[in-house]
Structures are given as C-alpha cells and as structure tokens.
C-alpha cells in the first residue's frame, strides 16, 4: 500500500496541479498557547524555555496539531506538512530537547498521516500526502557566523548528515510519502541533507520522494550562500528529486521572475510556497486570501508550477482560494535533463 501511495503522488503530478498546506506556526499562534501548555505535565521542570517550541506540541498538545492538519485537509489540500521543521538536534538543542529528536518526528509523521488518511477514507477519488518538513537548521555550513574569522563555520557538513539522518528517519518509519528538505539557505546544508535522506531510507528499509525548496535572501535572487538558481539547480541535480521549488522569499508577487527562471530550467516538477506578501512592521503578514489569490494567479497562468501552496502567514483560507484555482490549472511538464556538463560555483557553467 505504501508502494502504491507513494507512485500514485508521483502520477498524480503528471495529472494536476497539486495543493500544499500553509504555515503552521501563525496557525499556532491563533491558540494562544502559554509556556504550561509547551511543557504540559510530562515537562513542567525542564529548565529551558519551550514557548515557541513548536515542534514539541506533537507530543503535549497532538491534537492541536491534528486540528491544524485538519483545516488544511478540509480547506483542499492535497498535501500537508508535518510540524518537525526544526526538529533535529542542532535546533532542539536550543530548547534542551535533542534526545527527543527521534520520538517527536514520529509522532509528527503519525499524526499528519493519521489525518491524511481519514480525509482519503472520505474521498479516495482524491488522495492525501504526507510530506516530512525538513528544516535548514539553525546553522550553516558554509558560511562563517564570525565576520572577524570567516574560515570559522558553527557546524561541519557530516555533523549536519549525522543530524538530519536521525530525523528522516524517524519521519519515514512514521509513515511520510515524502521528505520536503525546505527552507534552504545554504546549498551545502541541502546536500547534507539530500545524503542524509538516501541513508534514512536505507535504515528505515522504504523509499520515499525528496522534494527540494529554496528560499532567496534578497531580490537578486540568490540564495544566502551566494549562488543562482541555475547554480543551486546544479549543485543538487544528483538527488533524483520529486520536484524543486521556492518558499518563503517573498510574496508571489516577488517570488514570480525567479519561479519563471526556476520553471524554465527544471527537469523535475515544480513548487511554490510564497508568503502572504511582506511582513508589515509588527512582522505580521497582510495579505488576505482574495489578495493573495490574485497575486498567485500568473503561476497559473502561465503554467510554471505543479505544486502551491503558503508559507508564512497563510491560513487554510489562502489554502482553500489556491485548491479553487488549482482544479482549472493545467500542470507544468518537467523539461528534458540538460545533456551537457554542468558545473556550479555561485554561478552555473554550462560546458
């Protein structure tokens, strides 16, 4: 079953534009949850602080979680997120939660997929998907956290390998279809992480997708790192991914020149997740879901994706003004692998 689940998300693809959910930490906020609600009983003495903690509510408050999934799913997604996005032990460590790693990214996958499967038990003519979010970490590995010593870098490339093995792992072994590695800054933490998810599957003994999504520092359309698309493209052209897209960033409207660059280069399907346009000076995000649909519209349009979705201030709102639109889009078709060389410093060389 699991076989045929993860094929059928791959054919799907190649049948219709397929939607992801929206953010999960403003979903969050809106429950108004106290530092006693983080910690529940089980860790009312730990000495860290843990409001913020998001990924810890998959184990002491699941069924906000579930709830969340849920108005994603009910709002047409076709895809949700675990809530695991920082959980591995170079971010957990932040809270005092490391040894929690394994344990948390399960139960994150099981709750999302237990809801996932229920709304497909209603519909199966639509299926749902279970992607594991998959974090850059709060460091990088190739650039130096010290301007006075730039050789200096705050965690090394199998340090981060070692780390984001634990955690795929733990989010194949509960039941995702797909590993989402997103959020990337830095390209090195990405091939970490891509060698990370061929090593989990083989000690999870099960395959499962990879899904690529950067986001740009800047309107230069550079990763924090420095490099282009064309080159990020390059860098990561050997994990055999799903698709490739872009999160985060910007809003659509900003996000639309570089999908349009990423759309034209992929030979794997596309994403896009942008934010629901810039945050405003309380770092709140404006705009609503009628605004925000008009700004996504020329994805659409001009058929450059083959999966939306929201990232930070969006709402199961945005999510359900994307599904209407979605089930009128005609999908983007993944080009042909380029059959030249192709090196990538910051830039790509095409030979």
Do not use: W
């Not at 860790?43 to 069924?63: H, I, M, R, S, Y």
């Not at 895809?79 to 490391?98: H, L, P, R």
């Not at 390998?161 to 072994?173: G, V």
């Amino acid at each position: 079953m699991e076989k045929n689940q993860i094929k059928t998300l791959r054919q799907t693809l190649d049948e219709r534009v397929l939607v992801l959910d929206g953010a999960m930490g403003t979903m969050i906020q809106k429950y108004g949850l106290r530092e006693k609600d983080f910690r529940a009983k089980r860790f009312a003495e730990v000495e860290e602080a843990q409001k913020g903690n998001n990924d810890l509510l998959c184990l002491t408050q699941p069924q906000v979680i579930a709830e969340i999934h849920r108005q994603y799913l009910e709002a047409g997604a076709d895809i949700i997120e675990t809530c695991s996005f920082n959980s591995q032990v170079i971010s957990m460590a932040d809270y005092g939660m490391q040894d929690l790693v394994e344990e948390i990214n399960f139960q994150a996958a099981c709750i999302a997929r237990q809801e996932a499967d229920a709304m497909t038990q209603i519909n199966p003519m639509k299926p749902r998907f279970v992607v594991g979010s998959v974090g850059p970490t709060s460091k990088a590995a190739s650039i130096s956290p010290d301007m006075e010593d730039p050789a200096y870098r705050a965690v090394t490339f199998d340090q981060l390998a070692e780390a984001y093995t634990q955690q795929m792992t733990a989010l194949i072994r509960g039941g995702v279809d797909a590993l989402l590695i997103e959020t990337v800054f830095d390209t090195l933490n990405a091939k970490a992480a891509i060698l990370a998810a061929k090593q989990a599957m083989r000690l999870a003994n099960r395959q499962v997708e990879i899904m690529l999504s950067a986001t740009l520092s800047d309107k230069a359309g550079r990763t924090l790192s420095g490099q282009t698309l064309d080159a990020f493209l390059a860098s990561v052209a050997h994990a055999d991914m799903l698709s490739i897209g872009l999160n985060c960033s910007f809003g659509a409207t900003d996000m639309l020149p570089f999908l349009r660059e990423l759309a034209r280069i992929a030979p794997c399907f596309v994403s896009a997740y942008p934010n629901a346009g810039l945050p405003n000076i309380l770092g709140e995000y404006d705009e609503t879901p009628h605004t925000m649909a008009a700004h996504v519209q020329p994805f659409f349009d001009e058929g450059l994706v083959n999966i939306i979705g929201g990232c930070c201030g969006t709402s199961p709102q945005h999510i359900a003004a994307f599904a209407q639109m979605a089930q009128k889009a005609t999908p983007r078709k993944p080009i042909a692998p380029a059959s030249t060389l192709t090196l990538s410093g910051l830039e790509a060389l095409h030979i």
